[in-house]
């Protein structure tokens, strides 16, 4: 003999045995809007003992507001979901949904073809969006709908706030202490041209370099410890009496790393190399470089979102030099 499987508890059933209206449960169970602390309680109890699940897809019918978080992720190719940066990005903001019942999707958006962020953000049951590796064309494609609900990590708008690092800063800081060790013969190895809050660091190593009346020297790069790798061995090719490379990233300085010792160059007596975000495995190989709390970042870009909160159209997260042994 086989029994019905049990119907799953509704909000009407968790009213009816607290006795109390259905808004009120409604009220109590989203957390706002007035209830007595008596029916909220009896609320609790009944919720408890019925074992209600509140169902984030019927709520977003109801309401209107989504089923989850989108994050859009700018780059060249698929290869940028790869970047441990959208990992921590995803995680910290699995983290922040997970008390508001909403799920997280994370999609490329083709640098060439940024018109695809429509076609993801078309999709109602997007409640909100968080943009990575923003550029100004993503930055007016965020519908209507989703402004108050969306933030950028890096650029921002009158309309989309952002969050980010100070990675100037950091990178000035890096910049000085070389040149207060006494090199000066310094390159760096910077981000992608097209991604605007990289150019952040690229202007600060510049402006240090011209006040000292030094000339700057650079590769462009693109983040990873390949390009990092290649770009070393460039470096010298074209600079042989370089005396440090300054890492657009840690990814970045642990590929210089790699060739200069290949190469038998010594690190730090031949030339210095520092990163910046401080990874776990910057600690392990004792690398100079610049926090960077991805975590935090990301968690308040995506609190703002989940809350609504007003913000101001920019907020900036500083970022301090951490010395080891590579510099």
Do not use: K
């Not at 009407?12 to 209206?21: L, N, Q, Y």
């Not at 940024?114 to 968080?130: H, I, K, M």
């Not at 991604?195 to 590769?219: H, K, M």
């Not at 990301?298 to 997260?317: H, K, N, S, Y």
Request: charged letters at 20%.
């Amino acid at each position: 003999m086989t029994t019905a499987a049990r119907r799953p508890a509704t909000l009407d059933d968790v009213a009816r045995a607290a006795g109390v209206s259905r808004s009120t449960a409604s009220r109590v169970l989203a957390g706002n809007g007035f209830a007595s602390p008596t029916a909220r309680e009896r609320v609790r109890t009944a919720v408890n003992l019925l074992g209600y699940v509140p169902n984030p897809a019927a709520r977003a019918l109801v309401h209107g507001s989504g089923v989850r978080l989108l994050i859009a992720v700018a780059g060249t190719g698929p290869a940028v979901l790869d970047d441990p940066y959208v990992d921590q990005a995803v995680a910290a903001v699995a983290r922040a949904c997970t008390p508001h019942g909403l799920g997280v999707a994370v999609q490329w958006v083709p640098l060439g073809a940024p018109e695809r962020l429509t076609q993801l953000t078309d999709d109602r049951g997007v409640a909100g969006l968080v943009l990575l590796n923003t550029t100004p064309a993503l930055l007016d494609l965020v519908p209507r709908r989703l402004r108050g609900r969306s933030v950028s990590i890096g650029i921002g708008s009158a309309t989309v706030p952002s969050v980010d690092i100070d990675n100037g800063g950091g990178t000035a800081a890096i910049v000085r202490h070389l040149y207060d060790a006494g090199r000066r013969r310094i390159a760096m190895v910077t981000g992608p041209r097209w991604l605007a809050c990289a150019n952040r660091s690229v202007r600060a190593y510049r402006r240090l370099l011209y006040d000292a009346g030094l000339p700057a020297r650079e590769v462009v790069g693109d983040f990873s410890a390949a390009r990092g790798y290649a770009a070393a061995r460039e470096v010298l090719r074209r600079w042989p009496d370089t005396d440090a490379i300054v890492g657009i990233s840690d990814a970045t300085a642990l590929g210089v790393i790699g060739r200069l010792r290949a190469d038998g160059i010594r690190v730090p007596e031949d030339v210095a190399v520092t990163g910046f975000d401080d990874i776990p495995l910057a600690a392990t190989v004792a690398l100079t470089t610049a926090s960077h709390p991805v975590r935090q970042i990301i968690t308040a870009a995506a609190t703002m979102v989940l809350e609504q909160r007003a913000a101001p159209e920019t907020t900036v997260f500083p970022s301090a030099l951490v010395l080891r042994a590579s510099a």
